[in-house]
Every structure is written in structure tokens, then in C-alpha cells.
């Protein structure tokens, strides 16, 4: 009996979750969102990309035109989903805690990978004598860093939108 609720239980959850996914890849106004676009030619800030980032409110939906209102203007702005590259709807800002975790985390491998392949000779890099002792202290560093960094500085968290195929 056990089983078969079990598996009938599952079953349920399978078939909701494409419901789900759907009405949570559905944009309304109000929703702070991040818009990538093509550029035409190569500008200075990012000449391998040629791509220009979009962020703001969307104020409407009209077919396939999304307007946003970036920060700090007064006007709309347009843009065609067919135009867009990527679309991503903002999911907030974390949290000081959980944003110093996860820099803490990317900054303890990084300061490890550094420190342990730039170690050469015992005792006279970074004053360690094996290069097991120089990843710990890398990502002891690193990770130290990481923490303060994120905790100053969280970042926004992005959900992408898919767009629907034709």
C-alpha cells in the first residue's frame, strides 16, 4: 500500500510541474526585469560581446513588445522579444548572510587554486613548507575576503525566461 502511494504521489507531482514552470516563466507588470539585446557594432566598454543589458520595470505587455522603464527615467522603452537574447525576470536581492556564503565559497577556491599552484619552494612561499599548507591558507584568505565582500556587497538574483518556440 505504502508503494503505491508512493508512485501515485510522484505521478501527481510529475504532472504538475510543467504547470508550474509555465506560470512561473510568465512576466506581468510591475516585475524588475533584465533585457539582453544585440548591439550593431562593437563598443568600448565590451568589444567582444556586442551586446547591451537592458534593466527596469516593465510597465506593459503589448503582443510581443515588453516596455520597461529603466531607473531613473521617465519614459518607456520597447523592446521586442523576438530583439531579445536573453530575458530575465529579478528574483531580489539576497540576503547579507547568504550572499557573503556564496563569495566566501568562490573566493576559498579561487585563493586555494592560487596559492597552491604559485607555491614553489618550502619555507620561502608564503611561509609554508608543504603546497597542501598553501591551498588551506589560500582558501583560508580567500575565503575571508569573500566573506567581507559579500556581506558589503549582495548581489541580485536572476530567474531567465525561456521563450516560447514557434
Known amino acids: 500500500m505504502t508503494r503505491s502511494?508512493?508512485?501515485?504521489?510522484?505521478?501527481?507531482?510529475?504532472?504538475?510541474?510543467?504547470?508550474?514552470?509555465?506560470?512561473a516563466q510568465q512576466l506581468a507588470p510591475?516585475?524588475?526585469?533584465?533585457?539582453?539585446?544585440?548591439?550593431?557594432?562593437?563598443q568600448d566598454e565590451a568589444p567582444a560581446t556586442r551586446r547591451l543589458?537592458?534593466?527596469?520595470?516593465?510597465?506593459?505587455?503589448e503582443g510581443d513588445t515588453l516596455f520597461l522603464r529603466p531607473a531613473g527615467t521617465v519614459g518607456e522603452l520597447g523592446v521586442?522579444?523576438?530583439?531579445?537574447?536573453?530575458?530575465?525576470?529579478?528574483?531580489?536581492?539576497?540576503?547579507?548572510?547568504?550572499?557573503?556564503?556564496?563569495?566566501?565559497v568562490g573566493f576559498a577556491i579561487l585563493g586555494a587554486l592560487f596559492a597552491g599552484v604559485n607555491?614553489?619552494?618550502?619555507?620561502r612561499t608564503y611561509g609554508v613548507a608543504h603546497r597542501g599548507d598553501a591551498f588551506a591558507l589560500g582558501a583560508g584568505i580567500g575565503?575571508?575576503?569573500?566573506?567581507?565582500?559579500?556581506?558589503?556587497?549582495?548581489?541580485?538574483?536572476?530567474?531567465?525566461?525561456?521563450?516560447?518556440?514557434?
Open 30 to 42: 510591475g516585475d524588475r526585469v533584465r533585457i539582453t539585446i544585440r548591439e550593431r557594432q562593437a
Open 80 to 104: 521586442a522579444r523576438s530583439a531579445a537574447v536573453t530575458i530575465h525576470r529579478s528574483r531580489g536581492v539576497r540576503s547579507r548572510a547568504e550572499s557573503a556564503v556564496r563569495s566566501g
Open 53 to 61: 543589458i537592458l534593466r527596469g520595470d516593465l510597465v506593459r505587455l
Open 143 to 166: 575565503a575571508a575576503f569573500g566573506i567581507v565582500y559579500g556581506a558589503i556587497l549582495p548581489t541580485e538574483r536572476w530567474q531567465r525566461i525561456r521563450r516560447a518556440r514557434p
Open 119 to 123: 607555491y614553489q619552494e618550502p619555507h
Open 5 to 23: 502511494r508512493f508512485i501515485v504521489t510522484f505521478l501527481v507531482v510529475s504532472a504538475c510541474v510543467p504547470l508550474l514552470d509555465a506560470a
